[in-house]
């Protein structure tokens, strides 16, 4: 097999954007941060509105290569160095430590010892710390550890490793570390490899150079090099939609009418940002009672400046923007006018003569139905965290001087699918459905991804945006059996935040070909076609193949943020959900458990109208 080393440019921003660590054909190799992507050739991606969120000058892709490799001297594209740089080779079993001046361009790194030469594979383990570094174990010290100070000193040779397997133990007790330098001869066993061992930590990334090395006290943790916490990216996405001479909803329109009518609002935006801003703001706030947060919105929206970040700690945990607003106005507003790459059309379910049961109640909570024909998404990679998701943050560019982000452009269809608000609102209501989501904001406010979520969720976990993440999860799955498309290719976007009045969920296909998907998607919204596959997904809901346990969970998944909801009725694929599959309850949508679901009678009466079917035959 030739060896074709490829990432594709969608890729460098997830799931190998910065500081992620990519297997390829038996080689390991890391992301460097985008101080080392080359001055030429990289390609600006427009988002005008995302990176005013995100105080950014504007965003740039990784330059496209001829042939997809990034082993040739001097090629365009994102940069990748070898990691980890300790490798063994799988005859003599020695260890080497490959260096930069010891790649050959097009060719993997080969035992100098062996002749002929094999490939050496990379070691299995890395250590990471909370403070965001990576790096090599310190496989010396580990050979060495269960020695005494004065016995290490005597050893002078740190790389004369053996990497040994035992045929008389199994699992990580047969692998051990052994020191060959004359006399030493030191050695111990993976068995308690992983997990913290005082090693010290080399305070940088594999790209960074020994002078941007800083003290970290960090504990060390030593885990597999593509273990699940060694990267969490921090990626943020908007869609590209038309700007509207409408003024965005701020969730109080009164008290938001109340600030654009008085006097100073005016004199207020135009000197924005400077000292004297604070005194204007002051006296707005004591005439109309507007708080902190909506007049950095409503200025943020005036001025076309970002908003205040909250704290200039890098340590604190990243902010994440709001970007539902302004794409929540855009799909609902009366007349949006279309751009080449925001086109839409309004249609319905095509139930709107219908009396018979289960079609009249389907018509009834199921709002507005919108095709979006074209839309284009921004997908920015802001940087990273190691070991936990609320780990200090990484910055994409770890010099700290670039004020620009890697990105992504991707283009594709959608649909987009509001619930009847006064079903939504009388449903919310109910004494059942509010003790059922009081218990997982209860879980959701002990969780540490409280942060992160909050940015999806609104400052209070509620009803609505359960029901509609679970609708969404549960529409993908049966759309992946409709259109075609795998659940992998599609995406979620869940507009639910009560104070914004939002109660809708958008289901989207995106590729990185500029022409997009096909269509086949939004031929799935056509009427009839939407109406029969919402009453199929409903029924497909109401029953998984791991209930009853999955039904009566009272807390499963990441955090115990899940209700009924497992791999067998709800989850998707983790690049699909923007929430990394939490917050789901199969009940709020179908009923069980003494909950009224949203759509139970839809359920009841299919099934009536089945046995009804039945009977007659």
């Not at 930590?201 to 090395?213: H, I, L, M, T």
């Not at 604070?278 to 001025?303: C, N, P, S």
């Not at 923007?321 to 080449?340: G, K, N, Y």
Request: charged letters at 25%; aromatic letters at 6%; a negative charge.
């Amino acid at each position: 097999m030739n060896r074709t080393l490829r990432v594709r440019q969608s890729q460098t921003v997830l799931p190998f954007g910065v500081g992620a660590v990519f297997d390829i054909q038996g080689e390991s190799f890391v992301a460097t941060g985008i101080g080392d992507w080359p001055q030429k050739g990289r390609q600006r991606v427009e988002s005008p509105r995302l990176a005013g969120r995100l105080g950014v000058t504007g965003f740039y892709a990784a330059p496209p290569t001829a042939n997809d490799r990034f082993d040739t001297p001097d090629a365009p594209g994102a940069p990748y160095i070898r990691f980890p740089s300790w490798l063994f080779c799988g005859s003599c079993r020695r260890m080497k430590r490959w260096r930069i001046a010891d790649e050959k361009p097009g060719q993997p790194p080969r035992c100098p010892s062996c002749s002929p030469g094999r490939t050496l594979a990379p070691m299995r383990f890395v250590q990471i710390c909370a403070a965001g570094h990576l790096g090599d174990v310190d496989w010396w010290f580990w050979a060495h550890s269960r020695q005494e100070a004065g016995e290490r000193r005597q050893c002078g040779e740190r790389e004369k490793l053996c990497f040994l397997v035992s045929e008389r133990a199994s699992g990580l007790e047969a692998l051990c570390v052994s020191c060959t330098a004359k006399g030493c001869g030191a050695s111990r066993d993976l068995l308690d490899i992983l997990g913290t061992h005082g090693m010290r930590c080399s305070g940088r990334n594999p790209w960074q150079r020994a002078k941007e090395a800083v003290e970290c006290a960090m504990p060390v943790q030593i885990v597999q090099r593509t273990a699940g916490n060694l990267y969490y990216p921090v990626v943020h996405s908007a869609l590209d939609i038309p700007e509207s001479d409408t003024p965005a909803s701020h969730g109080d329109e009164e008290l938001a009418a109340r600030v654009r009518e008085h006097d100073l609002w005016v004199s207020l935006c135009r000197i924005a940002g400077t000292a004297r801003a604070d005194v204007f703001r002051t006296m707005i706030q004591e005439d109309t009672g507007a708080d902190d947060r909506l007049l950095d919105a409503m200025l943020a929206e005036e001025t076309g400046q970002p908003l205040p970040v909250v704290s200039s700690d890098p340590a604190a945990t990243p902010v994440r923007p709001d970007l539902s607003r302004e794409e929540w106005t855009a799909f609902t507003a009366p007349a949006m006018p279309a751009t080449r790459d925001f086109a839409l059309r309004e249609t319905t379910l095509g139930l709107g003569q219908e009396t018979a049961e289960p079609w009249a109640g389907l018509h009834r909570r199921i709002g507005r139905v919108v095709l979006v024909d074209r839309l284009r998404e921004v997908r920015a990679l802001s940087g990273f965290s190691r070991v936990s998701p609320d780990a200090t943050l990484v910055p994409a560019d770890t010099s700290r001087r670039l004020k620009w982000l890697p990105a992504v452009e991707v283009f594709g269809e959608g649909i987009l699918l509001t619930l009847d608000k006064n079903e939504l609102t009388a449903w919310e209501g109910d004494t059942d459905v509010r003790r059922r989501v009081a218990g997982m904001r209860a879980d959701f406010d002990r969780s540490f991804q409280k942060d992160r979520l909050q940015a999806l969720t609104g400052e209070e976990l509620s009803a609505r945006f359960v029901l509609l993440h679970t609708l969404a999860h549960l529409l993908i799955r049966q759309l992946s059996f409709e259109s075609g498309y795998t659940t992998a290719s599609l995406r979620e976007r869940v507009y639910a935040r009560p104070e914004q009045d939002q109660y809708g969920v958008l289901v989207y296909t995106a590729a990185g070909d500029a022409e997009g998907t096909l269509g086949g998607l939004v031929q799935q919204g056509e009427p009839p076609r939407l109406a029969e596959t919402l009453l199929r997904m409903t029924e497909a809901a109401a029953w998984c193949s791991a209930d009853p346990l999955c039904a009566e969970h009272t807390g499963q998944g990441f955090g115990n943020l899940n209700r009924a909801a497992c791999h067998a009725c709800a989850l998707l694929p983790e690049t699909s959900c923007e929430t990394g599959n939490t917050l789901l309850d199969r009940a709020l949508v179908i009923g069980g458990e003494h909950v009224p679901g949203y759509l139970e009678s839809i359920v009841t009466a299919a099934r009536s109208a089945v046995a009804h079917a039945l009977e007659e035959m």
